[in-house]
């Protein structure tokens, strides 16, 4: 069993930066899948950003070169650094653990306006 917390959720300006942290607990970290989803109003839940175990990234490519996913397995905690925020970027964002099974967080809202 895996619990995922998601933070650093908030309100930004266009063109600004938040940062948003996945903290998990309850197994072993290290050997997860993780990755960072996305659900707007009236949309679909899509993936963001994916890091495997090793470190290897993938991306959505609406967010190539804008965000980063990074991962500090000491600490149980994937991260998500968004970079250049637009508008389009607003949504509710998932942590996702995956392995044999798959978890997901609560979610935590990201509002880009001005």
């Known amino acids: 069993q895996v619990q995922l917390r998601e933070s650093g959720g908030g309100l930004e300006q266009p063109g600004g930066s938040l940062r948003l942290s996945c903290a998990a607990s309850g197994s072993i970290f290290s050997t997860y899948i993780m990755g960072w989803y996305r659900q707007a109003p009236g949309k679909q839940r899509e993936l963001v950003a994916a890091i495997t175990s090793g470190g290897s990234t993938n991306y959505a490519d609406s967010v190539k070169g804008r965000f980063t996913i990074s991962r500090d397995n000491a600490k149980s905690t994937v991260y998500l650094q968004m970079n250049s925020l637009k508008p389009d970027d607003t949504a509710v964002y998932y942590c996702?653990?995956?392995?044999?099974?798959?978890?997901w967080g609560q979610g935590t809202q990201v509002t880009v306006s001005s």
């Open positions: 996702n653990a995956a392995s044999v099974r798959v978890y």
